[in-house]
């Protein structure tokens, strides 16, 4: 069972939106062009388009992110989607056939899109598998796994400031052993075909093997980002600072947080890009956030477009 | 005062829809009737009527349900009304005055529709007493005492499978003495005329002289399912098994639980109901809730049509 | 840098609705102006207008509010806005810096208005003074500086039942120290221009030199409600009754709770307001907020209508 069957249907076309794992260059390719005239509605005065009028989409949040649950409200709302927020307790009774219950119950109120955030990876997949064939599944976040919209946004950020992909090297700095995020970032630049991923990290913060998804490894942090055009930062989870992954907060700052001075070792016109929220001061420093390399809120105003996009295209729109 | 009296304008037309006890037949068909235009809705491209466009449904939760609110968010937003949720703190203070003063507070902003489940039976019926002429109230849940949108979801179901209701052998099975959704239902297969209709309970869990609502009671389950047509299988409040209503988990399954097996004294085309959600292994075996005859999830797709149809009627739609 | 400044646009028509204090008559009377079209929207059939439509309203309410935070809720789905609700834990960590992070990532959503509520005064200025142009803020309660839209329901209410506002006389009772509507509708009163403003409070309940703002001060109750033609009751808030601030409830209540004896000193046609929600017995005698010289239920209709003026005004209609 690969993903990539699932998330496509007969004619080759987006229908869920799992994992970037899976998915090809020109799926990918679709999802950013097609997201370049929702950047131009979120510009306009009437934010509106017709694309999911009708239609209801449910966010189900087993994972609480006020902050990602908003943007897709946000995206889906613009598309004129009516939208359901549901936080269910993602208690030991959430699991398993439970959990199907669930799906099942909301599937049959005639729903049409689930955006899942799940503790547990593969959560999205296997709703996916579950649901009869009208309805659109997507993965806002499965445990350790993916985050493919988040992914998606960084992809389409890197291209507005960065159109020749295939010239760039990226450099994903933090914990990526822990990070859905780089996961998807990882496998979404490898696809679309930049010159060099390279990530940055602590030796307890790398997943096993991670040469083997073809990336190159740096302990150090200026020797990783020496020349690199685009530099990446994760979020810290401060809960992982127990010795155990991370040393002290400082130590990691010292190490790995991202300061102007660091930030000269690469490209004079290297971008700076950060999944939010920031804990200034941990892993990047204030005033690089707020540098003008920093593109990280115009990864947020991307993240509506593209998720509109995405909600878009899986519901038969904007696909050619 | 008669709960007939303030259900119905001076027409006869509904108006607050609160309690299946006090409503006559052609009111209980007409509900019915107009569901079915809902349902072939919950099928279309585009899932939307005008209906309560403009109009602003309050859903006051006073009991907190996101299983059944959401029914009716889903339900209010496809007839294109603006929703607000709310889940006012059941603290001593919401009661008597001060729950009368929640209610005038939001009857002043010019809202048009409450949606009220409350603890205390009675409480929408209260409420309908109070507010003024252009104001709606749906009973969603009052304490022990009704919960009719769930009994008419039922009902629906019932004619769908079995459109000769006349001739029908309905078992409610479970907690009766506790159950809002089963007075809402012997209320209404007593109305739509049933020929027989059963509860089968251990005697604990039975209300006193349930007789004289028109059911035969039956304390062993398998002489209770024979031949009957339709099972509606209640839901077990585990808090109350506490030994003084209910014996043990396993006991319980034991004695009331539906198996496949016993599944076999009913009819052969017999259909197994359930308002959810369900526990499985408690009062349901697995294998019956996704069994061919289990009409379960079909509950939920009615519950939509069926709770368009009483918004749209009370509103002054769908009323001959 | 004066609030008046941050509120207007370059042409002086309102962009920001932050304090009454820095406004000036004609802005406050176009606003009232403007409600009375929304007024007759609340008694019509369809009660939706376009001036928000394509908007994103988010209501930021980082202290609690659900009634106040429902009116702006309405208020915005009425202007065909979509509106997101978020309650951001007032943690220390929501403070500085943080706050106007969380402001830049719903600004980057290409949002379109915030109503921000927080218990820190200043806090909707500041936020005005960091977002960028097209983005409008109202203030909705910060900490004890001022709740403006509050005091605008207010005058409207005063208008529609005392139109001759410069024969006025109103009194403020109860705590006016802690009181940000009490602080905005002194200033409002006094800038609409009302014969005299009253406030009637024990000397721990007002602010030191508060005859600096142009009211008279009583302590008597009986004495200062002489002839007055509007009387509006404070909420009490029970955290003060501490024994450092006010004495005991029953002590409160005799001293400054509003009986129909009490009434009786006023004009006889004078009105009775109170912005909710009442303590009945506390600072208002059941009697007097239920007889017919009482207009707290009037406030709230009109708050809607007040809401939607504003709203609508800021972002463009309604200034002639």
């Known amino acids: 069972m690969s993903p990539a069957d699932i998330q496509l249907d007969e004619?080759?076309?987006?229908?869920?939106?799992?994992?970037?794992?899976?998915?090809?260059?020109?799926?990918?390719?679709?999802?950013?062009?097609?997201?370049k005239s929702f950047i131009s509605m979120g510009e306009r005065r009437i934010k509106k388009a017709p694309f999911l009028r009708g239609k209801t989409v449910v966010n189900l949040f087993f994972e609480n992110s006020t902050r990602t649950?908003?943007?897709?409200?946000?995206?889906?709302?613009?598309?004129?989607?009516?939208?359901?927020?549901?936080?269910?307790?993602?208690?030991?009774?959430?699991?398993?056939?439970?959990?199907?219950?669930?799906?099942?119950?909301?599937?049959?109120?005639?729903?049409?899109?689930?955006?899942?955030?799940?503790?547990?990876?593969?959560?999205?997949?296997?709703?996916?598998h579950h649901v009869p064939q009208?309805?659109?599944?997507i993965n806002a976040g499965d445990g350790q796994h993916e985050h493919p919209t988040q992914a998606m946004l960084d992809m389409f950020t890197i291209q507005?400031?960065?159109?020749?992909?295939?010239?760039?090297?990226?450099?994903?700095?933090?914990?990526?052993?822990?990070?859905?995020?780089?996961?998807?970032?990882?496998?979404?630049?490898?696809?679309?075909?930049?010159?060099?991923?390279?990530?940055?990290a602590p030796k307890t913060l790398?997943?096993?093997?991670?040469?083997t998804l073809g990336v190159r490894v740096f302990h150090d942090m200026d020797e990783g980002l020496k020349d690199v055009d685009v530099i990446i930062m994760l979020r810290v989870q401060r809960e992982r600072m127990d010795g155990l992954f991370l040393p002290s907060e400082q130590e990691y700052f010292n190490l790995y947080g991202l300061t102007e001075k660091r930030l000269k070792q690469a490209a004079p016109d290297a971008v700076v890009m950060h999944p939010g929220p920031i804990n200034r001061g941990l892993e990047i420093d204030s005033a690089v956030a707020d540098c003008k390399q920093s593109v990280i809120l115009a990864q947020v105003t991307n993240g509506i477009a593209v998720r509109m996009s995405i909600m878009a295209m899986v519901m038969g729109g904007g696909q050619g």
């Open 160 to 200: 507005r400031y960065k159109p020749q992909m295939h010239n760039l090297r990226v450099a994903i700095v933090g914990d990526i052993l822990h990070s859905r995020v780089a996961r998807s970032q990882i496998h979404a630049l490898s696809t679309l075909g930049v010159a060099e991923i390279r990530v940055i």
């Open 206 to 211: 790398l997943p096993v093997a991670v040469e």
């Open 11 to 35: 004619n080759g076309k987006l229908k869920h939106f799992l994992s970037i794992e899976g998915l090809k260059k020109p799926i990918l390719q679709a999802i950013l062009d097609n997201a």
């Open 69 to 128: 649950r908003t943007t897709f409200e946000i995206a889906a709302k613009r598309l004129s989607a009516d939208v359901i927020n549901l936080n269910p307790r993602t208690s030991s009774s959430t699991k398993g056939e439970s959990l199907l219950d669930t799906v099942n119950n909301l599937e049959a109120m005639s729903t049409d899109m689930f955006v899942v955030r799940h503790g547990d990876a593969g959560t999205a997949n296997m709703i996916a």
């Open 134 to 137: 009208h309805v659109r599944i």
